[in-house]
């Protein structure tokens, strides 16, 4: 696959992934996702790379899924073919949750929906200063799906997971730290440079074990993982067929058209 939004650069054990669509604060398209996962599958057979960075535009890690991209959707009539799309962040994330090098995501400014929900498959992730999570699906009448939900409430409790995507809250990176959904804070800017400094340390241990543990962890925290999310992308297509979703769909896109005429 040729790959125009993802580069992959490998230096001395430590593989740096980026994605930057340059369009829309790099929200997530189906080519985006599609280059990722295939980045990410790359890496699964490399005995060479022992930690990879994940990082996203420097104006954002990402915005999110792109609701644009997503217009054509209701058009789309043969089911398996709507439910393969549907189904594309789900194989991302799992994708980047199974690959055996220890990853941490690196968060400039925003990461709002997908984005939080790519950044929950890595082992870590750093913050800049400035930045701040947003999950509002639930808002324009959709739920937190691509496997995100259950590793939100491993990290954080049921409570506040509960909170993050029912009040939809812009969450700043003091509490993003305090509630264990960050790592690191980083000053702007700085968040490869620091996650870059973590892998150091993953590289001066011995690999095999590194891979076994984070395996083992892996293992047991999401044991019953799969069996809670297995069906998410499906209900996400039920929710958003429901009226009172459609109309807050509606209304964010209308108040979307009416941002971009005034700037």
Known sequence: MTLDYVTIEKRDGVA?????RKQNLNAFNEKL????????????DDLETHAVVL???ANGFSAGFDLKATDSWTTETDDLRRRQRAYGGVRLCKAWEE???VTIAA?????????????????WRVMGRSAYLYVPEVRIGLNLQWGAL???ITLVGPARAKRICLMCEKMPVAQALDWGLVDEVADDGGTVDRALEM???????????VRLVKEAVNATAGALHAATSFADADQSQLTATFGQAAAARTSFREKRQ??????
């Open 150 to 152: 259950p590793r939100l």
């Open 258 to 263: 009416r941002r971009e005429k005034q700037g």
């Open 16 to 20: 740096i992934v980026r994605f930057d």
């Open 199 to 209: 892998a150091a340390t993953v590289l001066a241990m011995p690999p095999a074990t």
């Open 99 to 101: 690959m055996p090098q």
């Open 33 to 44: 996702v599609r280059e990722l996962t295939e980045a990410a599958r790359s890496l699964h």
């Open 107 to 123: 968060m400039e400014r925003l990461a709002v929906g997908a984005g939080v929900a790519i950044a929950l498959a890595c082992d």
């Open 55 to 57: 990082a996203g535009a």
